[in-house]
């Protein structure tokens, strides 16, 4: 490939590079996206979101089907060949990751697939299959992403030891999996191998699933995986993994077992060691992150950092927002990141999902708020398809009414956040979420209900409002 | 009895070898004291001590390598009466941050906003046990906003290690102000800490118009020009005025205040240019006398303004951009089928300009007797708001107090002021008639006249046609019966 120069040069095509490069395209500068993949799609695509949800698709119409037995229906226990649904799970990141390339092309993003080295803070180095290219640029914004944290004491080389990208690659359906770590990850893919039919334990070393999120939004997750999985350990350590003939032998602070595969998902890291960084002046953090301003405009004025590799949380859609943020920066306009609520979802059977405050956090930090819940044992639609397993709840300002948190967990959950996130970010009351029609029978109405619920005033739950 | 061992220093370094040992036994050190330089790969790392108290017994040595999460020293803390569980604050495992050619010490110390101090005793590496007393620099942030994307854990951590942190920008600063992110948008880019907007909506919400109105009056009060200013334009530091002798303080009264404010947002808003002219009121000035008891009887006092609100209501008939206000926001001029004359009255308590509606339709005796009752109100404070708005134009008569010419600030959203400063006799040359003598300076009584007005409406031109306009009415009285 010939030497390039570029306005806009992209370091990562995941779901904040890839959305860079088109929004600087949009804006009429010229960019070029770097990535080693052949398309742009990053981790999201090719090895995370994508792919795993794909995978949970199918999960559920399994567990559905099973549970049809319920119902009058019964279908026959499914006969799983994986090597299709390893293709279809392929099918679905082939689709979009070509989907991402052809946009590329048709916004005349010069894509280069290769491995980048700066050479300073306006050129970099590529190794590409076609050779070695230079490139330079007046702008370049670092979308490097991360990887999978190994902690040395859990890596064996062994291919019964799997991580996130590995896992979803599908080798097998274990007999017995170990899934190490109780964070989203875990128990998403968990998930996936326990429908399948796997035995599933998880062990986390704190004393519950899913850090950072409520408990009482958890408890109702965790009292169906309880069904899911072969078993839970919670506040335990993994202290030793060592291979055997017949699996990997593995020791907990409390006893010991044999798994045929142990999938370790304890965390992600920051693709921060990006090679010939130290010829420019961007800084990396203590924890591996590449600080950013409110612009994410790292150290080095014209190089910006947005994504996993510019801070928590690492998900695909801060990375994007950032990426926004980002380009408009480059064209000189006064944006920040200044997101009110950032949505977290954990795509399990429930989901759970949850933005802005939560109670915990409210209850750290010393902030007075009330909190509403609306059971879904009292919404219609959950009742209908039988899954009244679910809680909404809305963490709101005492006096104002003002919506500072929402929280769901429940059949659909992720969808349903959307609406709360919105709220907190107009500033609405409990009132506004009231006063706003909901479409019935759905889902949706356990948010205004919830509201309903703030001021004693529930159509399906009977709660008089104290005071 | 502590242990003290070596700290994480970063990503992938295990080892680390030892530099310098900057302490002996029997040492007293403090929390964030450097106790030893560990050499990596990467960069030379100064370890500062997490724990407070008497070295008992120091286990490393130069040139040894030492691995993360050996022992470096034993330490008596009991001396230090360091009872609770000692935060770890080390230094920054910055080491693998740094450039590998830089062997600069790294002093800085943890960002400790980062390892809050209930996530301190964290076990550097899964194996150890939680209760497990070691001190080791701080690791990524448990649990932050598990999502799509990723899983922030770098190693399991004990439970109450694990502050709860959703995905939430604003957690340590409170909640963000009630405003949409369009609306939040707006305010950054014009300038206006939408935290400083007062929200008119329900539950303080902040609606677009609020930050717009915020920003006018920003405007208005700091005077300044440039919007983005407007956080920076506070009030400069004063000096110690007592350093130079006594001083005496008084309250700013809030007229004088919000007349600051008025006067500074017009000052800043409309591009001023002030025109002078000289008119002959000899004639004038006969005419006043002669009528004057006519209009005292009346309960009016035949002053030069009251006859100048008349010559003012009758020009801005023949010069009706006098008469406008400019919308800049819609790009529009507003000109106004009515005549409106404001009269700057000087009280005890700060300029005040009443209203003379309709002055146009008013006889000028009708308009002597209004500008005096007026006048007595604004003295008593007996004005209404009502009577202070509305105003087309406006004039300011200083003459009975002295002066030659002025600059008045045209009073804003008006576009145009007339003021008027001491009359005096002066030479005038008068030319004598074509066939006669060539002529004879004669005495006449001349009146200072200063216009200014917004030149984004009124041109130079124009100004200058008004004011003679104005002029001649003034020389000629008759004119204004005549066209007005």
Not at chain 1, 35 to 60: F, M, Q, T, W
Not at chain 1, 148 to 155: A, C, N, V
Not at chain 1, 212 to 227: I, S, T
Not at chain 1, 246 to 268: H, K, Q, Y
Request: contains cysteine.
């Amino acid at each position: 490939m010939a030497d390039v120069s570029v306005q806009v040069a992209v370091l990562g095509a995941g779901p904040g590079g890839y959305a860079a490069a088109f929004y600087a395209a949009d804006l009429g500068m010229q960019v070029a996206l770097v990535d080693e993949e052949k398309n742009p799609g990053g981790v999201c695509l090719y090895r995370g979101c994508i792919p795993s949800k794909a995978l949970l698709h199918v999960a559920k119409v399994i567990d559905e089907a099973r549970h049809a037995n319920a119902w009058g229906v019964t279908f026959a226990e499914p006969a799983i060949d994986v090597d299709r649904l390893r293709a279809f799970k392929q099918g679905v990141v082939n689709k979009l990751t070509s989907g991402v390339g052809s946009v590329a092309r048709l916004r005349k993003v010069t894509f280069v697939q290769g491995r980048a080295t700066l050479t300073g803070p306006t050129s970099m180095s590529i190794a590409g299959a076609a050779g070695a290219s230079t490139l330079r640029f007046e702008h370049l914004i670092l979308a490097t992403g991360s990887q999978p944290t190994r902690i040395p004491s859990l890596t064996l080389d062994s291919p019964r030891m799997l991580d996130s990208t590995s896992g979803l690659e599908l080798p097998d359906i274990p007999k017995t999996l170990l899934v190490i770590g109780g964070g989203y990850i875990g128990l998403e893919l968990g998930t996936v191998y326990a429908t399948l039919g796997s035995k599933v334990s998880v062990v986390e070393m704190t004393s519950g699933l899913l850090p950072g999120a409520d408990r009482d939004l958890v408890g109702v997750l965790e009292k169906r995986l309880k069904g899911l999985f072969s078993q839970i350990m919670l506040n335990t350590r993994v202290e030793k993994v060592a291979e055997e003939k017949n699996g990997i032998r593995v020791t907990f602070s409390s006893g010991e077992s044999v798994f045929d595969r142990v999938l370790v998902a304890v965390g992600r890291r920051p693709n921060s060691t990006i090679p010939g960084l130290e010829t420019t002046r961007v800084k990396v953090d203590a924890k591996g992150f590449v600080e950013t301003d409110p612009q994410r405009r790292t150290a080095e004025p014209n190089i910006f950092a947005i994504g996993d590799v510019a801070g928590e949380p690492m998900l695909a859609h801060k990375a994007s927002h950032e990426a926004r943020v980002a380009v408009e920066a480059i064209a000189g306009h006064k944006a920040v990141f200044e997101p009110a609520a950032i949505p977290a979802v954990v795509f399990t059977d429930p989901e759970l999902a949850w933005a802005g405050l939560t109670e915990a956090q409210a209850e750290a930090g010393g902030i007075e708020v009330e909190v509403a819940k609306f059971p879904w044992g009292a919404a219609s639609r959950a009742i209908t398809v039988d899954r009244p397993d679910g809680l909404t709840k809305l963490v709101l300002e005492p006096k104002t009414g003002r919506v500072l948190g929402v929280g769901v967990v429940g059949s659909g959950a992720g969808e349903l956040i959307a609406e709360g996130v919105l709220a907190i970010e107009m500033g609405a009351t409990a009132d506004d979420l009231k006063l706003t029609i909901h479409p019935h029978p759905t889902l949706s109405e356990t948010l205004m209900e919830s509201a309903e619920v703030f001021f004693g005033q529930s159509t399906h739950v009977y709660k008089p409002r104290k005071k | 009895m502590t242990e003290f061992k070596v700290p994480e220093l970063g990503e992938n370094v295990e080892s680390a070898d030892v530099a310098r040992v900057l302490v002996n036994v029997g040492d007293t050190i403090k929390k964030e004291q450097p106790v030893l330089e560990l050499e990596t790969d990467k960069a030379t790392i100064e370890v500062p001590s997490s724990v407070a108290g008497v070295i008992r017994e120091v286990k490393v040595k130069k040139g040894e390598k030492v691995q993360v999460g050996a022992v470096i020293l034993t330490v008596d803390d009991s001396a230090s009466g360091n009872g609770t569980a000692p935060a770890s604050t080390a230094a920054a495992g910055a080491a693998a941050a740094k450039p590998a050619d830089t062997r600069d010490k790294q002093t800085e110390e943890a960002p400790r906003e980062a390892a809050p101090k209930e996530a301190a005793p964290q076990p550097a590496a899964a194996e150890r046990p939680p209760d497990h007393k070691v001190l080791s620099m701080p690791q990524r942030p448990s649990g932050a906003g598990r999502g799509e994307a990723a899983e922030a854990r770098q190693a399991p951590a004990p439970a109450e290690a694990a502050p709860p942190s959703p995905p939430q920008m604003r957690a340590e600063r409170g909640p963000a102000a009630p405003a949409s992110p369009s609306v939040r948008r707006l305010a950054r880019e014009i300038g206006i800490d939408i935290n400083q907007v007062q929200g008119s909506g329900a539950a303080g919400r902040i609606s677009l118009d609020d930050v717009k109105e915020k920003a006018r009056r920003v405007l208005s009060s700091v005077g300044s020009a440039a919007p983005s200013a407007a956080g920076a334009a506070r009030a400069r530091q004063l000096p110690d005025f007592q350093k130079w002798g006594d001083v005496d303080r008084q309250p700013w009264s809030s007229i004088r205040r919000s007349t600051s404010e008025h006067l500074s947002y017009a000052w800043n808003a409309i591009p001023h240019v002030t025109q002078f002219d000289k008119a002959d009121v000899t004639v004038l000035e006969a005419l006043r006398k002669a009528h004057k008891d006519r209009v005292e009887k009346a309960g009016g006092n035949l002053t030069v303004t009251a006859i100048l609100v008349k010559v003012l209501a009758t020009a801005v008939r023949q010069f009706p951009q006098f008469n406008a206000s400019l919308d800049s926001e819609r790009g529009e001029i507003v000109y106004k089928k009515y005549v409106n004359i404001g009269v700057a009255v000087d009280t005890d308590r700060g300029l005040l300009v009443p209203v003379i509606r309709d002055a146009d339709r008013k006889n000028i005796t009708e308009i002597a007797v209004e500008v005096n009752q007026l006048s007595a109100r604004a003295r008593d404070r007996k004005l209404t708001l009502d009577e202070m708005s509305g105003g087309g134009m406006s004039i300011s008569n200083l003459g009975g107090i002295g002066g030659t010419y002025f600059t008045p600030i045209v009073n804003w959203p008006e576009v145009a002021i007339l003021g008027v400063s001491r009359g005096a006799t002066e030479p005038l040359w008068v030319p004598g008639p074509p066939a006669g003598p060539a002529g004879a300076f004669e005495p006449r009584l001349m009146l200072p006249l200063s216009l200014s007005y917004d030149h984004r409406v009124i041109d130079g031109a124009d100004a200058i046609r008004f004011l003679r306009w104005v002029v001649e009415a003034i020389e000629q009285p008759f004119l204004l019966s005549l066209i007005g």
